[in-house]
């Protein structure tokens, strides 16, 4: 995995959640998406599994208890895109 697709995810999340006011550096690649961290909710995890099937081509089960563990942090969410790349 590289440095330019953890960047790409964290351009998607401020641009998908129109965070504005945040930078990617703001963004830590291993801190927590969810509560702690960034503090976002179901609602931007839907916003953001949408983006993700969007522009990668990633199906995402909306019920699958693998989406805590691939949106965990933005680390997370760059695995599962390079993985699924590999494939």
Do not use: C, W
Request: hydrophobic share 40%; charged share 25%.
């Amino acid at each position: 995995m590289t440095t330019h697709l953890t960047e790409e995810v964290k351009q998607l999340i401020l641009d998908t959640l129109q965070l504005e006011d945040m930078t990617l550096s703001d963004i830590d690649t291993d801190a927590p998406l969810f509560v702690d961290g960034l503090g976002l909710d179901s609602i931007d995890a839907l916003e953001i599994g949408v983006a993700i099937q969007k522009r990668y081509g990633i199906t995402l089960s909306a019920d699958s208890a693998e989406n805590h563990r691939h949106f965990s942090s933005v680390r997370a969410i760059a695995s599962l895109i390079d993985s699924t790349r590999k494939r």
